[in-house]
């Protein structure tokens, strides 16, 4: 069994500063290989905010880059975003994915998972 928990959503004011945070657990987990932000408002498609894999490879769109950054402990599986210059647009609920590899003698198995999300609204 594996858990992907969200926190840090919230309101704030736009150009304001907003720090997220997950961590993945579970039982016979011997890597979390990569996780992820994603974000998805009313009508639109969920898309990806920022990527982070095990060794410290990191991933931004241009919607974001410069104004967000990802960061992560591999030791406690777990990865922040430092949001900054927040705008009405980054509205949206944030979505935490994990890529966790677990042991399961005589195999081991890799799977998505996705956390429940946090909602962060950004006002004018």
């Known amino acids: 069994q594996v858990q992907v928990v969200e926190s840090g959503g919230g309101l704030v004011q736009a150009g304001g500063s907003l720090n997220l945070s997950c961590a993945a657990s579970g039982s016979n987990i011997v890597e979390v290989s990569y996780m992820g932000w994603f974000r998805q408002s009313p009508g639109n498609q969920r898309e990806l905010v920022a990527g982070?894999?095990?060794?410290?490879?990191?991933d931004y769109p241009d919607s974001v880059k410069g104004r967000f950054t990802i960061s992560r402990s591999n030791a406690k599986n777990t990865v922040n975003l430092q949001m900054n210059s927040l705008k009405p647009d980054d509205t949206a609920v944030y979505y935490c994915?994990?890529?966790?590899?677990?042991?399961?003698?005589?195999?081991?198995?890799?799977?998505?998972?996705w956390g429940q999300g946090t909602q962060v609204t950004v006002s004018s």
């Open positions: 982070i894999t095990s060794g410290g490879f990191t």
């Open positions: 994915k994990a890529t966790v590899t677990r042991v399961l003698p005589p195999s081991s198995y890799t799977h998505d998972y």
